[in-house]
C-alpha cells in the first residue's frame, strides 16, 4: 500500500458520512450519472468544498465561496479569517502531519502503544475538525449579494423534514440553540441527516469529537468554541447563535440535505 493510498483510503474513512465518502471523493456529478438530470440532486456547495478538502490524497483547506467579511455584521472578518486561515488551516496541517507520524510508526520495529494511541486521537480530532469546519462555513451565506441574506424560513425537502420530525422550524431551532447554548467548554452542536430512519436528529459534541452517528452526515451545524465569536461576542455565546441563525444558508442546507438523503437512500 502506498502512503498516497492510505491517505486517500483514510479520508474516505474519516469523513462525517462514512457510507458517503466515496461518493463524496468522486463528485456530484457520480450521482448525476446514475439519474435522469431532472431527478438529480442539485449542486451542493458543501459537496464541492468537501472535494476540494484534499489533493491528490492529501487534506488540503478549501476556499471559502465568500470574502471574510461577507457574514458581517453578524460575524466579523477578522473572526473568519483568523477561523479559516490559522484555526481551520492548523486542524489540516495536524491531521497531514498525524498521518505521516503514523506512517512512520508502523515502520518501527515495535510499534509504541502510547504514541499509537496519542497519535489515534490525533486523527479523531483533526479529521474532525477539517470537516466540520469545512461544512460549517459552507453552510453560511454571503450577506453581500442580492438573495444572499440567509437567515428566515428554511424551505425546500429539509423545511418540510423538520417541520414533520420537530413540529416546525421555531421549534427546531429552539431545540438546536439550546444544544448549542449548553454545549459544556468547547464544542459543536450538529443536526445530522441520518439515513437508516431518514430522520434529522441533533446532537452535541465535545471539542471536535463527533460522537457522530455513523452513516450520518451534519447537514447543520454551528461551531461554539470561543475562537468562533470571542472578538465579536465576548463570553455573550447567546447573542453569537443568535447572530449566527441569520447567516444560515437554508437554500444550502437544502440542497446538502437532498444530496445526502439521495446518496444514503439508495444504499
Ligand atoms: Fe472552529
Redesign the pocket.
Known amino acids: 500500500m502506498t502512503d498516497s493510498f492510505s491517505r486517500r483510503d483514510l479520508i474516505a474513512h474519516t469523513l462525517p458520512a462514512m457510507a458517503l465518502g466515496a461518493a463524496v471523493l468522486s463528485g456530484v456529478d457520480a450521482l448525476a450519472q446514475d439519474k435522469p438530470a431532472s431527478a438529480a440532486a442539485p449542486e451542493s456547495a458543501v459537496m464541492k468544498m468537501l472535494a476540494a478538502a484534499q489533493k491528490d490524497g492529501v487534506y488540503s483547506l478549501p476556499k471559502l465561496p465568500y470574502e471574510y467579511a461577507a457574514l458581517e455584521p453578524h460575524i466579523d472578518a477578522q473572526t473568519m479569517e483568523l477561523?479559516h486561515s490559522k484555526?481551520?488551516a492548523a486542524y489540516v496541517t495536524n491531521l497531514n502531519k498525524a498521518i505521516d507520524s503514523l506512517a512512520k510508526l508502523r515502520d518501527e520495529p515495535e510499534i509504541d502503544a502510547a504514541k499509537l494511541s496519542a497519535l489515534s486521537r490525533d486523527i479523531s480530532f483533526n479529521a474532525g475538525?477539517h470537516i466540520l469546519?469545512t461544512v460549517?462555513f459552507g453552510t453560511m451565506t454571503d450577506q453581500t449579494k442580492p438573495g444572499g441574506g440567509g437567515g428566515g424560513d428554511g424551505d425546500g425537502g429539509v423545511h418540510g423534514a423538520i417541520n414533520s420530525q420537530y413540529g416546525s422550524l421555531d421549534k427546531f431551532k429552539t431545540h438546536f440553540t439550546k444544544v448549542a447554548a449548553g454545549v459544556k467548554g468547547s464544542g459543536w452542536a450538529i443536526a445530522w441527516y441520518e439515513p437508516v430512519a431518514d430522520k434529522i436528529l441533533i446532537t452535541e459534541s465535545g471539542d471536535q469529537d463527533l460522537r457522530m452517528i455513523p452513516g450520518g452526515m451534519p447537514i447543520l451545524l454551528i461551531?461554539v468554541?470561543e475562537?468562533?465569536y470571542y472578538l465579536k461576542h465576548q463570553n455573550k455565546r447567546a447573542d453569537y447563535i443568535s447572530a449566527w441563525w441569520n447567516v444560515v444558508r437554508w437554500s444550502e442546507v437544502d440542497n446538502l440535505y437532498r444530496n445526502v438523503k439521495s446518496m444514503t437512500r439508495r444504499m
Open positions: 477561523h484555526h481551520h475538525g469546519h460549517f461551531d468554541w475562537h468562533a
